[in-house]
């Protein structure tokens, strides 16, 4: 019996039928509680309540009908019982009805009777609440609302027996499995993982993420005989993968670029959030004097130690984004790593600057700032939607000697050119901002950095040419991304020096990791070195890259150019994109090498191509950037 | 991009008398640059010529702001003040009006000036005149009109208007969509 009641409470709380009875006993039990005083054998809180109303009621209706309606609604009780306990609400309603006779037998044995009834319908709604309790936890991790599920099951029904866990953990996880899409991967990597390692919980798999880690840092002497390197790095992608809920590519690139123990310590910091920070505007007011007005609104705040305009808030009672000083442009809400490469671009008044991947206009009002409102600042920016906030972020903060078109990067030599400095804040994949947008860990993939890697190096050669090397005081480039890969970042700039003639110079910040020079089976310029890396785990702030570049003539080497004339004919053939792409698929590995592949065949289809119509390439064009210009002139 | 024509000026530049007086002849003569009026899908942009002549390289429809825009021409043809200009108009303001910090927020939500959201307003301001508000920290927080005269404002009951409410520093958050 009691087996069955259980299996009946699964069904029950399967189809969520109980909600509308949930809230009923609730309500009756306060209700009830003066009757129960005259009843002696207090009975169930459920039954009780029906006995309140009597007085009411009972001179309304005849008691025999009443009767009557008794043994039929019971019968109808046994019923629901035995099939589904879909009715049970409108049964505790005719409850009400039921009890207007005074009779004491009757009432203790509906009482008995029902208390069975109630019990179950007690279970019933407990299991719902269960229900939904794993529901709401389903998102953060399935474990764990499993385990919730179970262990309230086993409270309330003391002697289940496992067998009957088992079969509702099942069925919950099925309900889930058709509820939930996204989940799903997690859950299959769940399953496999729980299959391979006999169902052991994620503190388990944390554990033996470290365990993993302190083997591999000390190989030679506490490594398994037998097991190699590469199956300790499987099984530490795959817990990390787990424990983290990255997608395993992502894994692959995050544990290529750090060491291992530095890589747990990159994953669990992007679980945190950085602090949030904002820059006063020099150009409207001074660091202290918005420090002072802000305290006295009741934030706490700090300055940047190695900045001369950011403040880091820490706690706030006011919305830090709606604040009179904010709405008068005083300070702008911007995260900390966007100030390096505007401090490593370091704009003079008077020049003329571009930032050529402006919005949402953070960095362009700093260089402006810098620039005390004079000179020439061209902000561009190819999304439409964005170049609102990028207006009204300039409008606000009272940046005056400042246009701002609405352009792909790349038509920038022709537009304009001559600048003294140049800013690119190229579009990338975004691994250094997981923090701020945790679905980067499932939603990128290999594809993802290859296209941006693409329009990267367009960007920085079309930037490089933006720029008079003859300029008294500039001729800089800064390139930076928000993203880590080596691909997007130093193999990036490493494409520009080739086809460039410019060099690296010192990003005059002074702290940050030096980029790499050799990554895998690629090596870079020596000169690399003095590019920077910014990590979550080391500097607190969102992962970041930065390289400064000095354009040492305007010559361009092998007689190539995105001058203005044949800047469109640069374009590269999209035959030789879509090739790179499935080569690239196959494994992650390989994928650096794919990019050099990919590098020299486009050069060697610069040549080819240069006949070619570019209204054709327009049309084949795989790049999101012309489909996005295609669409605007639509 | 284009000049003001004649018609256009003249509505504009009575739209910027209203708050500023004579002294729009600063903006148009000043010391350190030469600077210009460019109207350019409909908005009004307040420019240095540099930068003016720079921006002319940039195909008019890719062309998203340039300088300060000023406000826009409806299609009646009249001009409309935009809270970008309050930079310029706060500077040369002829009359303005300072609010108490407990009726900040009320204006830049975008309610009118009451009686008892008013510090301090500048000595014979007459009544329709156009107005500069700021806060009592000298923060400049929108324009508006009055509804009474600085003679009138000293009897009225504490829930009277003072100022009309035409534009407002929370716009930039409110309408930023439909603003730029």
Same mark, same amino acid.
């Not at chain 1, 005390?372 to 561009?380: E, S």
């Not at chain 1, 690629?522 to 400064?548: C, E, Q």
């Not at chain 2, 002319?56 to 429809?61: G, M, V």
């Not at chain 2, 000023?70 to 200009?85: N, P, Q, V, W, Y």
């Given at each position: 019996?009691?087996?069955?009641?259980?299996?009946?409470?699964?069904?029950?709380?399967?189809?969520?039928?109980?909600?509308?009875?949930?809230?009923?006993?609730?309500?009756?039990?306060?209700?009830?509680?003066?009757?129960?005083?005259?009843?002696?054998?207090?009975?169930?809180?459920?039954?009780?309540?029906?006995?309140?109303?009597?007085?009411?009621?009972?001179?309304?209706?005849?008691?025999?009908?009443?009767?009557?309606?008794?043994?039929?609604?019971?019968?109808?009780?046994?019923?629901?019982?035995?099939?589904?306990?879909?009715?049970?609400?409108?049964?505790?309603?005719?409850?009400?009805?039921?009890?207007?006779?005074?009779?004491?037998?009757?009432?203790?044995?509906?009482?008995?009777?029902?208390?069975?009834?109630?019990?179950?319908?007690?279970?019933?709604?407990?299991?719902?609440?269960?229900?939904?309790?794993?529901?709401?936890?389903?998102?953060?991790?399935?474990?764990?609302?499993?385990?919730?599920?179970?262990?309230?099951?086993?409270?309330?029904?003391?002697?289940?027996?496992?067998?009957?866990?088992?079969?509702?953990?099942?069925?919950?996880?099925?309900?889930?499995?058709?509820?939930?899409?996204?989940?799903?991967?997690?859950?299959?990597?769940?399953?496999?993982?729980?299959?391979?390692?006999?169902?052991?919980?994620?503190?388990?798999?944390?554990?033996?993420?470290?365990?993993?880690?302190?083997?591999?840092?000390?190989?030679?002497?506490?490594?398994?005989?037998?097991?190699?390197?590469?199956?300790?790095?499987?099984?530490?992608?795959?817990?990390?993968?787990?424990?983290?809920?990255?997608? %395993?590519?992502?894994?692959?690139?995050? %544990?290529?670029?750090?060491?291992?123990?530095?890589?747990?310590?990159?994953?669990?910091?992007?679980?945190?959030?950085?602090?949030?920070?904002?820059?006063?505007?020099?150009?409207?007011?001074?660091?202290?004097?918005?420090?002072?007005? %802000?305290?006295?609104?009741?934030?706490?705040?700090?300055?940047?130690?190695?900045?001369?305009?950011?403040?880091?808030?820490?706690?706030?009672?006011?919305?830090?984004?709606?604040?009179?000083?904010?709405?008068?442009?005083?300070?702008?809400?911007?995260?900390?790593?966007?100030?390096?490469?505007?401090?490593?671009?370091?704009?003079?008044?008077?020049?003329?600057?571009?930032?050529?991947?402006?919005?949402?206009?953070?960095?362009?009002?700093?260089?402006?700032?810098?620039?005390?409102?004079?000179?020439?600042?061209?902000?561009?920016?190819?999304?439409?939607?964005?170049?609102?906030?990028?207006?009204?972020?300039?409008?606000?903060?009272?940046?005056?000697?400042?246009?701002?078109?609405?352009?792909?990067?790349?038509?920038?030599?022709?537009?304009?050119?001559?600048?003294?400095?140049?800013?690119?804040?190229?579009?990338?994949?975004?691994?250094?901002?997981?923090?701020?947008?945790?679905?980067?860990?499932?939603?990128?993939?290999?594809?993802?950095?290859?296209?941006?890697?693409?329009?990267?190096?367009?960007?920085?050669?079309?930037?490089?040419?933006?720029?008079?090397?003859?300029?008294?005081?500039?001729?800089?480039?800064?390139?930076?991304?928000?993203?880590?890969?080596?691909?997007?970042?130093?193999?990036?700039?490493?494409?520009?020096?080739?086809?460039?003639?410019?060099?690296?110079?010192?990003?005059?910040?002074?702290?940050?990791?030096?980029?790499?020079?050799?990554?895998?089976?690629?090596?870079?310029?020596?000169?690399?070195?003095?590019?920077?890396?910014?990590?979550?785990?080391?500097?607190?702030?969102?992962?970041?890259?930065?390289?400064?570049?000095?354009?040492?003539?305007?010559?361009?080497?092998?007689?190539?150019?995105?001058?203005?004339?044949?800047?469109?004919?640069?374009?590269?053939?999209?035959?030789?994109?879509?090739?790179?792409?499935?080569?690239?698929?196959?494994?992650?590995?390989?994928?650096?090498?794919?990019?050099?592949?990919?590098?020299?065949?486009?050069?060697?289809?610069?040549?080819?191509?240069?006949?070619?119509?570019?209204?054709?390439?327009?049309?084949?064009?795989?790049?999101?950037?012309?489909?996005?210009?295609?669409?605007?002139?639509? | 991009?284009?000049?003001?024509?004649?018609?256009?000026?003249?509505?504009?530049?009575?739209?910027?008398?209203?708050?500023?007086?004579?002294?729009?002849?600063?903006?148009?003569?000043?010391?350190?640059?030469?600077?210009?009026?460019?109207?350019?899908?409909?908005?009004?942009?307040?420019?240095?010529?540099?930068?003016?002549?720079?921006?002319?390289?940039?195909?008019?429809?890719?062309?998203?702001?340039?300088?300060?825009?000023?406000?826009?021409?409806?299609?009646?043809?009249?001009?409309?003040?935009?809270?970008?200009?309050?930079?310029?108009?706060?500077?040369?303001?002829?009359?303005?009006?300072?609010?108490?910090?407990?009726?900040?927020?009320?204006?830049?939500?975008?309610?009118?000036?009451?009686?008892?959201?008013?510090?301090?307003?500048?000595?014979?301001?007459?009544?329709?005149?156009?107005?500069?508000?700021?806060?009592?920290?000298?923060?400049?927080?929108?324009?508006?009109?009055?509804?009474?005269?600085?003679?009138?404002?000293?009897?009225?009951?504490?829930?009277?208007?003072?100022?009309?409410?035409?534009?407002?520093?929370?716009?930039?958050?409110?309408?930023?969509?439909?603003?730029?």
């Amino acid at each position: 019996m009691a087996v069955d009641k259980k299996i009946l409470a699964a069904a029950a709380a399967k189809k969520q039928v109980a909600a509308k009875a949930a809230p009923a006993p609730q309500k009756k039990v306060v209700g009830a509680k003066p009757v129960a005083t005259k009843v002696s054998v207090p009975p169930p809180k459920k039954q009780t309540t029906p006995s309140k109303p009597q007085p009411k009621k009972a001179v309304k209706q005849p008691e025999p009908e009443s009767e009557e309606e008794d043994e039929e609604e019971e019968e109808e009780d046994f019923s629901d019982e035995e099939e589904e306990s879909t009715n049970k609400s409108n049964l505790f309603e005719d409850d009400d009805e039921e009890d207007e006779d005074e009779d004491d037998e009757d009432f203790n044995n509906r009482n008995t009777k029902a208390f069975s009834d109630e019990n179950q319908k007690w279970l019933k709604v407990k299991g719902q609440e269960g229900e939904d309790d794993d529901e709401d936890e389903e998102d953060d991790e399935e474990e764990d609302g499993l385990e919730a599920q179970s262990r309230l099951i086993k409270q309330k029904k003391d002697k289940i027996e496992s067998e009957n866990i088992d079969e509702i953990q099942k069925e919950h996880k099925k309900s889930i499995d058709e509820e939930d899409k996204l989940d799903i991967e997690e859950e299959k990597e769940e399953g496999e993982a729980q299959s391979e390692l006999m169902g052991v919980d994620l503190p388990a798999v944390y554990q033996r993420i470290k365990d993993v880690i302190q083997t591999l840092e000390n190989f030679a002497k506490e490594r398994k005989q037998g097991t190699t390197r590469q199956q300790y790095m499987g099984r530490l992608a795959q817990d990390i993968s787990t424990y983290f809920g990255y997608s %395993l590519w992502l894994v692959d690139v995050f %544990l290529k670029i750090f060491p291992v123990g530095e890589a747990l310590e990159f994953f669990e910091a992007n679980e945190t959030h950085r602090p949030l920070t904002i820059r006063a505007n020099t150009l409207k007011t001074r660091r202290k004097d918005l420090a002072e007005a %802000l305290i006295a609104r009741g934030v706490h705040l700090e300055p940047i130690k190695w900045s001369q305009v950011g403040l880091t808030i820490y706690d706030t009672q006011v919305a830090i984004g709606a604040t009179p000083e904010y709405l008068a442009g005083h300070y702008i809400q911007q995260s900390a790593s966007s100030f390096l490469p505007v401090l490593a671009l370091a704009p003079q008044p008077n020049e003329r600057v571009l930032d050529m991947c402006a919005s949402p206009g953070g960095k362009t009002t700093y260089i402006a700032a810098m620039m005390k409102n004079t000179g020439v600042l061209v902000a561009n920016d190819v999304n439409k939607d964005r170049i609102k906030s990028l207006v009204a972020n300039i409008h606000r903060l009272g940046v005056k000697n400042a246009s701002v078109s609405n352009l792909d990067g790349r038509e920038y030599p022709t537009v304009m050119g001559g600048f003294d400095r140049c800013l690119v804040d190229a579009p990338c994949v975004g691994l250094g901002v997981i923090s701020k947008d945790p679905q980067i860990k499932l939603s990128k993939s290999e594809r993802d950095v290859i296209t941006c890697t693409h329009s990267q190096k367009e960007l920085l050669l079309h930037a490089i040419d933006s720029v008079d090397a003859d300029s008294p005081t500039g001729g800089i480039i800064v390139y930076s991304t928000c993203s880590l890969t080596v691909e997007e970042n130093e193999a990036v700039v490493d494409y520009a020096l080739k086809k460039r003639d410019v060099k690296i110079v010192d990003t005059t910040i002074d702290f940050g990791v030096q980029g790499f020079t050799h990554y895998r089976d690629s090596h870079f310029h020596p000169s690399l070195i003095l590019t920077r890396r910014y990590y979550p785990h080391t500097h607190n702030m969102d992962g970041f890259y930065v390289a400064k570049l000095q354009k040492i003539s305007n010559k361009i080497p092998n007689g190539e150019s995105t001058g203005a004339k044949q800047q469109v004919k640069k374009r590269k053939n999209p035959a030789s994109d879509s090739e790179a792409s499935n080569t690239s698929s196959s494994e992650s590995e390989s994928s650096n090498k794919n990019i050099n592949k990919k590098a020299k065949t486009t050069t060697a289809n610069n040549t080819n191509t240069n006949n070619k119509v570019s209204n054709q390439k327009k049309g084949k064009g795989k790049n999101r950037y012309f489909k996005s210009k295609i669409n605007q002139k639509k | 991009m284009r000049p003001l024509t004649e018609e256009e000026s003249k509505v504009f530049f009575e739209k910027l008398v209203k708050f500023i007086g004579k002294n729009v002849t600063l903006l148009i003569q000043r010391k350190d640059e030469p600077y210009c009026f460019r109207i350019q899908k409909n908005k009004v942009y307040y420019v240095s010529e540099e930068i003016m002549k720079r921006s002319q390289n940039i195909p008019r429809d890719s062309l998203a702001s340039l300088g300060t825009c000023f406000g826009r021409f409806t299609k009646s043809g009249k001009f409309k003040l935009h809270i970008t200009a309050l930079d310029y108009l706060a500077q040369y303001a002829k009359y303005k009006v300072w609010v108490k910090p407990q009726s900040e927020m009320s204006w830049m939500y975008g309610n009118n000036l009451l009686k008892a959201g008013l510090g301090r307003i500048t000595e014979d301001t007459p009544a329709n005149q156009g107005v500069v508000l700021f806060t009592m920290t000298d923060i400049p927080i929108g324009f508006g009109v009055t509804a009474k005269s600085t003679h009138e404002c000293r009897k009225l009951d504490p829930p009277a208007l003072v100022v009309y409410h035409l534009c407002d520093v929370g716009e930039y958050l409110r309408d930023e969509e439909t603003l730029f």
